[in-house]
């Protein structure tokens, strides 16, 4: 079952996340993506993350396709103009690639290549209207394709934007983003569930499919690190006191992201792993929490 | 408004090294505002050029002169008879100012002192903040006349990408996110619901564009 049918299904879903290496070395990827294998809907193949230059996420989703394994491509709005948007999601299609996640992109100077042209001609909203235009079998000029995709588009929203003021403009972009063909949304890494019903509620009449988002906290200093520098991350203390003083990082971290699946499996209608070089451990994570 | 900024003065230097008669000249406009290219920046980097020379027994004659406008034929005219007496023109002006006086004195080398960095607003003494991107497709009216194409790192002009922290920008830690600014100024004007307009990719002008305003071209 693709992701697709997975997530008609009306069953919880688990998508999980994988980031191309720098450079041409794919054992180690790929051997993460065969363990995650089956036990997961789909995983995500990030666009370039950081900003920092990699291997791209088309030809590893091409590679995941053929290990049986159904990719969501992240597409962001970095690196490429609209010509190239659509040349390479018609690529995408072609490659077999289905599901398709669309995002700004972090900005350049984030990245190791900081005097790059940020590119940015459309944004996320335009980019996913150009994704269902596209599956109309149009390009975003108006011209008529040859042949056109059937993609499942997805969109990120990030419940836990620190005042009312970026929480209330969340909502409402996600509201356009629905609008303009988004059929799913993954979130920023959740550690507040009370926060995060909060966003669900606001968005419960939106009729969309959320996955929350897990980031697997390695340690103490990797939650105080996210809590000063991520956007929308919030580690509270009690979690960050529980890595602090457990003699088993691995054993509370994964207590810890199972803890919270559980919390959000009336919440939501799946999660989202992210397990930043842990991937050989989501697994157990789920094991943990019971899916 | 224009704003420039002045170069480093070791690439200055650099540029006037085969020059010994420069004539440095100061823009009376949008540099004078923001006080970087005007008749008071010449004097300064007027006499530290010819201290710079000293020192180094490289001695140069540096001139000082300002006009109103450079980008204006009828200003720049003003200096032609004075301008033939110098090897080169250092000039203080924006990239447009430069231009405008190379293209009317094409005999004379025209150097640029300036760095020109962006159109900009005053925020208070002594600082401009970038607040147009001259993108020819002004969407001022659904921003709460805040823009975005400008003001956000990634010219984004649905909302805002999520990475705020405390209100601030992720990409420039010292500039607010300008979605929120926008958010707060549409709220005072009971404008929030524009957010919900879906904005369309914009035009991107080719270049160089051009302006005729047939007022002005047949006076």
């Known amino acids: 079952m693709g992701f697709r049918e997975a997530l008609d299904s009306g069953k919880f879903l688990i998508t999980a996340e994988i980031g191309p290496v720098k450079g041409t070395e794919i054992d180690g990827l790929l051997e993460d993506a065969d363990l995650i294998k089956g036990k997961v809907d789909a995983i995500n193949v990030t666009d370039l993350q950081s900003s920092v230059m990699r291997l791209g996420s088309m030809a590893v989703c091409h590679l995941l396709i053929d290990r049986g394994i159904d990719p969501v491509f992240q597409m962001t709005c970095r690196d490429r ?4 948007l659509q040349s390479d999601l018609l690529s995408a ?6 599901n398709v996640l669309a995002l700004t992109g972090d900005h350049p100077t984030l990245g190791d290549h900081p005097d790059a ?3 940015f001609d459309l944004d996320s909203v335009s980019l996913l209207r150009v994704i269902s235009r596209l599956n109309e079998g149009f390009d975003m000029t108006g011209n008529q394709l040859k042949g056109a995709p059937a993609f499942f588009p997805g969109a990120v929203v990030n419940p836990g934007a620190d005042n009312e003021a970026a929480l209330d403009m969340q909502i409402i972009k996600m509201e356009k983003k629905i609008e303009a063909g988004a059929k799913f949304f993954q979130t920023q890494g959740i550690y507040d569930l009370d926060l995060f019903e909060k966003f669900i509620k606001r968005a419960e009449g939106f009729k969309t499919q959320v996955l929350g988002g897990i980031i697997l906290l390695k340690s103490a200093g990797m939650a105080r690190f996210m809590n000063k520098n991520v956007a929308g991350v919030f580690v509270p203390e009690h979690f960050i006191k529980e890595m602090e003083e457990t003699k088993d990082k691995v054993k509370t971290s994964i207590k810890i992201a199972a803890e919270l699946i559980k919390g959000m499996k009336h919440l939501c209608q799946g999660v989202h792993i992210m397990a930043i070089g842990w991937e050989k451990r989501v697994p157990m994570v789920l094991e943990e929490a019971g899916l | 408004m224009i704003v420039a900024e002045l170069k480093p003065f070791k690439e200055i230097e650099n540029m006037l090294r085969d020059y010994k008669k420069v004539m440095v000249l100061g823009c009376g406009t949008c540099v004078t505002v923001c006080m970087s290219g005007g008749e008071r920046q010449v004097e300064l980097l007027a006499s530290a050029l010819r201290m710079a020379g000293r020192l180094e027994r490289n001695e140069i004659i540096a001139g000082e002169k300002t006009i109103l406008r450079q980008c204006d034929p009828e200003f720049i005219d003003q200096i032609k008879d004075e301008a033939s007496n110098y090897d080169a023109i250092l000039s203080m002006a924006c990239g447009a100012g ?7 004195l094409a005999g004379i080398h025209i150097l640029p002192a300036m760095n020109t960095t962006f159109i900009g607003v005053s925020d208070g003494q002594g600082t401009w903040i970038e607040a147009c991107a001259a993108c020819g497709d002004c969407i001022l009216d659904r921003t ?20 705020s922290k405390g209100g601030l920008c992720e990409v420039s830690k010292n500039n607010p996110c300008v979605w929120q600014q926008i958010y707060a100024r549409l709220g005072k004007l009971n404008l929030i619901n524009l957010l919900k307009g879906m904005s369309q990719p914009k035009t991107r002008p080719v270049h160089p564009r051009k302006l005729v305003n047939p007022k002005n071209a047949f006076g």
Do not use: D, F, T
Not at chain 1, 93 to 98: P, Q
Not at chain 2, 144 to 163: D, E, Y
């Open chain 1, 117 to 119: 042209m940020p590119v």
């Open chain 2, 144 to 163: 709460g006349g805040i823009c975005p194409v400008a003001r956000c790192a990634k010219s984004l002009i649905n909302g805002p990408c999520g990475g």
């Open chain 1, 81 to 84: 103009n609209r010509l190239a």
């Open chain 2, 98 to 104: 430069v231009q405008g006086v190379a293209e009317r």
């Open chain 1, 93 to 98: 299609w072609v490659l077999g690639i289905r």
